[in-house]
């Protein structure tokens, strides 16, 4: 089992950029395929980004391909969302999720473990 801990989510301006982190418990994390997802208000959780055990595959949704950026860190147990030019439909809670199978998906369902999230806010 792994638990997740999201952190620097904010307030910030369009165009504006934030770092996103997501810190794993445990000492497997390099054996989990690790994704962002978000939900802004009143809609459903979408897919982000999602990166697999060693960073080798990584997968976007259209609407960030070319602004936000996924990485990990395995020897620091964290993976990273970097948003640029961020815009006012970015705004949602983020949440980081992780996956025991190999493939790096797309789809809610598929990820076993979920961080609480982090809000993040952006204004016009």
């Known amino acids: 089992q792994v638990q997740l801990v999201e952190s620097g989510g904010g307030l910030v301006q369009a165009g504006d950029s934030l770092r996103l982190s997501c810190a794993a418990s445990?000492?497997?994390?390099?054996?989990?395929?690790m994704g962002w997802f978000r939900q802004a208000p009143g809609k459903e959780r979408e897919f982000v980004a999602a990166i697999s055990r060693s960073g080798g595959t990584i997968r976007y949704a259209d609407s960030v391909k070319g602004r936000f950026t996924i990485s990990r860190d395995n020897a620091k147990n964290t993976v990273y969302l970097r948003m640029n030019s961020l815009k006012p439909e970015d705004t949602a809670v983020y949440c980081c999720a992780a996956r025991q199978r190999i493939a790096a998906v797309t789809t809610v369902r598929e990820y076993d473990y979920w961080g609480q999230g982090t809000q993040v806010t952006v204004s016009s």
């Open positions: 445990g000492r497997t994390f390099s054996s989990y395929v």
